[in-house]
């Protein structure tokens, strides 16, 4: 685990915000090594030199995000976006079978499941998803910690309720991946992006799968999904890769290029270390929110705290250099690794006026 002070040191030495940014739930902060290995990988296309560092990149970026995920790399596809593995998830489902989601959750975990039009999705408030497991639910998709408003499942009763009654599960960790410490082989399925908390470029998604695939058809797969993929390139995949990478979607170089050193960053830092400083920052705003009067949407132990009523401050804000989000009506703050204690100040300065 990092020192305190080689902690700070190397944020200081990746992050240069012009502004009090409290808005990684949108999008995280590009490191400048990440912002170097872009430029690198331009000037590698502009000069006409051989790709071959960039599908290097892919690999690697897979490795480290299955690290932290705590999965064998053989389990990772490489995608696009989430709602892309979702619609994966939601093709391999019979007719009538029963998906249980969360009121209000993001939409690229829940659409799949409606426009298929032959499934029976049930929508409960989060706080009852793993009581409202029941026999003959098929599915449980949810997100780890909620887009709106920072609320996080409580996944261990989830896991338990689907285990008793035999349903599979799917968590999407996009808005809780690199503060929240993941275990993406307690579940079926888990997906995320790469561009909040992982501190990546846009341009990847990453999905999780068992070993034995969980009965996913690879029904995107491309040449990339081919167990050769230079082979592949012409008439159809005649073998399919034997791991997770037969999910995988044509990748995009360049993202992965940033993405690899965003990934090196947080590992570098540690999740716990990340865990620890994010929620410290939220905490504090919370209290101090409270002193002046105002109630956050209760969300115990998350780095994103959401405050009923107040998102029409979110232009005046940004005005004045502090960066947070409109959400559903909320005033959405969500505090990273590169954020301090006199951005939380700052923050509750600018609302007592």
């Excluded at 037969?246 to 965003?262: C, I, K, N, Q």
């Excluded at 969500?334 to 301090?340: D, E, P, R």
Aim: glycine share 8%.
């Amino acid at each position: 685990m990092e020192t305190t002070e080689t902690f700070e040191s190397l944020v200081r030495a990746e992050f240069t915000p012009k502004s009090i940014y409290l808005n990684t739930a949108s999008n995280g902060l590009l490191p400048a090594r990440t912002v170097a290995a872009l430029h690198e990988a331009a000037l590698l296309r502009a000069e006409g030199r051989p790709a071959t560092p960039l599908y290097e990149d892919v690999e690697a970026s897979r490795a480290a995000y299955a690290r932290l995920a705590g999965v064998p790399d053989t389990r990772v596809a490489a995608g696009a976006s989430v709602a892309a593995h979702t619609g994966v998830i939601a093709a391999s489902l019979p007719a009538g079978a029963e998906v249980l989601t969360a009121e209000g959750d993001f939409t690229s975990v829940l659409n799949a499941f409606h426009v298929r039009g032959d499934l029976k999705v049930r929508t409960v408030p989060l706080e009852r998803i793993a009581e409202s497991v029941r026999p003959g639910t098929a599915l449980v998709a949810v997100s780890a910690a909620q887009s709106a408003d920072g609320r996080v499942a409580d996944l261990a009763a989830l896991r338990e309720a689907a285990r008793t009654h035999g349903a599979r599960t799917y968590v999407d960790f996009s808005q809780a991946a690199g503060w929240l410490p993941m275990d993406a082989g307690a579940y079926d399925f888990t997906a995320s992006v790469s561009f909040k908390w992982l501190l990546g470029p846009h341009g990847a998604a990453f999905l999780t799968v068992p070993e034995d695939f969980g009965g996913l058809t690879p029904v995107l797969a491309g040449w990339v999904a081919g167990e050769r993929p230079w082979d592949s390139c012409y008439g159809p995949v005649m073998e399919l890769a034997r791991s997770a990478r037969r999910f995988d979607l044509t990748h995009a170089l360049f993202t992965y290029a940033g993405l690899r050193r965003s990934l090196a960053l947080v590992e570098e830092l540690g999740v716990a270390a990340i865990h620890a400083h994010d929620v410290a920052l939220a905490d504090r705003f919370r209290e101090g929110l409270a002193a002046l009067g105002h109630e956050p949407v209760p969300a115990t132990g998350s780095a994103i705290v959401s405050v009923p009523g107040l998102g029409v401050r979110q232009p005046g804000l940004s005005e004045a250099g502090i960066e947070v989000s409109d959400r559903a009506g909320n005033l959405r703050a969500a505090f990273h690794l590169y954020n301090t204690a006199a951005d939380v100040d700052r923050l509750l300065e600018a609302l007592s006026g």
